[in-house]
Every structure is written in C-alpha cells, then in structure tokens.
C-alpha cells in the first residue's frame, strides 16, 4: 500500500495541471470567440511551405522557435503582408502555463526576409525531425500534420463544395457534413526468436540504419492480422504471439499513427524471405549487437560498417531498447538460478 501511495501521489498534483491545460484547449475548439481571444496572447511557430522555423542551439540540435502571436503581426507588416494572414493560423495546444500555441503557415512571404527578421531557418522536417528535443518534436510534428490538412482540405469530397474552418482549426464542416483530421494507422513490429532481434531496412534510410518492420493497416483488419500479414509479406515468417507496446504520431510521409507491438517466432522457424520490392534487407541481430548499436549518435563513417538506430523519440526505439531490457533481464534471472546455495 505505501508503495501505492508514493507512486500516485505526484500523479494527482501532475493530473490536475494537465486536466486545466487539456479543457482550456478543449473549449478554444468549441468557441471560436474565445480561441480569437487566445489568439492574441499566444505562441506562434511559424511555418514556410510546410518547413517549421527553428534555431540551431550550441550542441548542434534544433529547437523550435516560439514567438508572441503580437511580435509576429510586427514583423509580417513591416514585410509588407497582409495582416489577415494570422486568420489562417491553427491551434496545436498549450504550454505549462495555459497559454495558447498556434502553427502558421507563411509560405507566401520571401523566406529568406523572413528567416532574419525571426532569426531562425525553416528547414524540411524530414531532415531537422530527429534533431529536435523529444518534448518538442510531437508539437512541430502536430503543427505541420495540420496545416498540410487544411492545405489539402478544402473541398468535400462528398458534394464538392467548398469546407470551411472553425477558428480553432480543429474540424472543417460543408454544409451538415464535419470532418476532422486524420491519420493513416501503421503498425511497427519488433520480431523476436527468443535470443535475437530482426531488423530491416529501406532503400531511402540514411546509410547503416536497421529498424523495426512496418506497415499501413489494410481496411478491416484488426492489429493482429495487420502484423502477421506484414510479416508474411515482408520476411516470410509466421508468428507466434503478438502483444502491444505503445503508440505515437509519425509526420512521414503524410501524418500517420504509429502502433509499436512485440512479436515472436518459434526459434525453429526463424529463416527469412525478403521480399526486395518492400526491404533492401532484413537480418537478425544479437543481444550484444543490439546493445552496442543504442549507444551510437551518428551514422557509422563511409566504408565502415556499423549498425545504426533510430533516434530515442522515435518509436521503433522504443521498441528495440524495451526488447534489450528484457532479454538483459532474462540473463540476470538465469544467472541467479546458476549460482549454488
């Protein structure tokens, strides 16, 4: 009971905070008069042609910039834009003291006048997404996931009319018809023999990287058939057991929900089929290999092999460092069994 009472305790004073941040962002979605209201006195992350505007910091990573929804007014007149632009902007949450984030999209301004009166750079996100702060990435990822839906939204694909937004951005409606953002489902999978991991890799991942296997659910399946038929297809292996782990927002290639499962083989089935039309390849790795690759930062240099994983907020990460605790702690429990009284 008291290890009960010290875990919850600090839970209570974090859902409190997180429960006022959650309904002040809510009600903005419900109301547009106060999200208008909010507006004025909120954040601002800038966004050019999708590419978020960040500040590289002195250990080399990015951080997003956030600015005052009034110096960016500033800066967009004296550029000469249209004041009317800051309609256009979209609310993507709060920060720890209830103030109001927005996105804004001004791809319609010079980029470069831009990027030196705000003092940072837009840059792609496929290129900066892995350098930016964990606790930060989602925000920028969720910015840019709903501004390209708007972009792409606004026209009903049932009559062909025009949609038009809440001031929020939260939803588009057409005449009775509402629709909301969306996001395409992919299950990742970590496969495991009991001693071993597999991994695969694409043709466009950066040089020596090796991931957990993916792909889009098919409509009507269910997580599990999603997973054994994408391993089926991909390796040829047919599984044993499949058991969830966590989830997260993907940006690539267009905004999709990431569902992280484990997965295992009979060790007596382990031989692999690589279908090279969806992998460049696919192999097991071993503990220790595992292991050694979770402390490497960088790709391996040219001409030098190495395995190389994916950054710790992306979730086939997660995965993988959840598969090495275990089999870590599966060593320890043999270990004590070995030992006499």
Known sequence: MLRAVRTLAPLTRCCSSFVSRMRFVERLKRDDGACAAALQSGQMFLFHRLAPLLQRTERGTLRPVARRTSDVQSILQRLGSDPALLEKSVLIGCSQQNQAQFCLDVGEVDQEVLEEACEGNFIDLKKSFFLLPAAEAPLVAKGQALLRWHQTSGFCSTTGRPTFRNRAGSQRVSGDIIYYP?????????????????????????????????????????????????????????????????????????????????????????QLSVDQSELEDARWFSLEEVVTALQVKAPPPRGTAGLWLPPKHAIANRLISEWAEQQRRSLDRETELQIPD
């Open 182 to 270: 969306k996001m395409s489902p992919v299950v990742i999978a970590l496969v495991s023999d009991g001693k071993r991991c597999l991994l695969g890799r694409q043709v466009s991942f950066p040089r020596g990287m090796y991931s957990a296997l993916a792909g889009f659910c098919d409509m009507g399946e269910s997580l599990e058939e999603t997973v054994s038929r994408e391993l089926a297809e991909e390796v040829g292996l047919e599984l044993l057991s499949i058991s969830y782990s966590s989830s997260q927002h993907w940006p690539f290639p267009h905004s999709s929900f990431m569902i992280g499962c484990h997965a295992t083989v009979s060790p007596a089935h382990t």
